[in-house]
Nanobody, 116 residues
Framework: QVQLVESGGGLVQAGGSLRLSCAAS????????MGWYRQAPGKQRESVAT???????NYADSVKGRFTISRDNAKNTVYLQMNSLKPEDTAVYYC??????????WGQGTQVTVSS
């Protein structure tokens, strides 16, 4: 089972940018879907962005045009570039990997706080 470690979270002012990284413990070349999810206090975890092995991406409506997900198979890493951040983007961000043969794996999460 792959292990995932997120990094890059922090405190930023509204309108600022952050780049989250999700480092995998092994090659992600064969991992079917990788994605970023977030959970704000008192709310359910929601999908932010996903990317499949072929490169197709999908975004939540709330982040379209502001966030970009990418994967670097050579570095076993998935990124989430977040621009024009808003206070409502404040949440714990989790990385997820879905291997159709091995199942789903979550990282431990990284806190993103956007101040107004």
């Amino acid at each position: 089972q792959v292990q995932l470690v997120e990094s890059g979270g922090g405190l930023v002012q509204a309108g600022g940018s952050l780049r989250l990284s999700c480092a995998a413990s092994r090659s992600i070349f064969s991992i079917n879907v990788m994605g970023w999810y977030r959970q704000a206090p008192g709310k359910q975890r929601e999908s932010v962005a996903t990317i499949v092995s072929g490169g197709f991406t999908n975004y939540a409506d709330s982040v379209k045009g502001r966030f970009t997900i990418s994967r670097d198979n050579a570095k076993n890493t998935v990124y989430l570039q977040m621009n024009s951040l808003k206070p409502e983007d404040t949440a714990v961000y989790y990385c997820n990997a879905v291997d159709f043969r091995a199942g789903s794996t979550w990282g431990q999460g990284t806190q993103v706080t956007v101040s107004s």
